[in-house]
């Protein structure tokens, strides 16, 4: 299993045009075969912070998904990104 995680940051007056321009990337995502979760959410407490959180089945699935030339976006400028791929070898309960 895959994990995206980590957090965007945007203009505060940015970020609500940010999280609608990607909104159908979201939609399409989820409907991605391998596919297991997908959301850039607003931080509740940071004003500029988007949340990113993906769950995906393997590598080869996140890749045909990045490759396969969704919706063309623009999107205003990040100030910063700190988001990082994961390799998940066990999962069990909290």
């Known amino acids: 299993m ?8 945007v203009d505060p007056s940015d970020r609500d045009r940010y999280l609608a321009a990607v909104i ?8 991605a075969p391998g596919c297991f979760d997908f959301v850039q959410a607003p ?3 940071d004003p ?3 949340n990113v ?7 080869d699935h996140l890749h045909r998904f990045r490759t396969a030339g969704g ?7 990040l100030r910063s990104a700190d988001v990082h791929k994961y390799r998940i070898a066990g999962v069990e309960a909290p």
Do not use: K, M
């Open 53 to 59: 959180y993906e769950r995906w089945e393997s590598d």
């Open 71 to 77: 919706p063309g976006l623009e999107l205003p400028p």
């Open 2 to 9: 895959i994990i995206i995680a980590g957090t965007l940051h």
């Open 24 to 31: 159908d990337v979201a939609r399409l995502a989820r409907r």
């Open 48 to 50: 500029e912070r988007i």
């Open 43 to 45: 931080d509740p407490l």
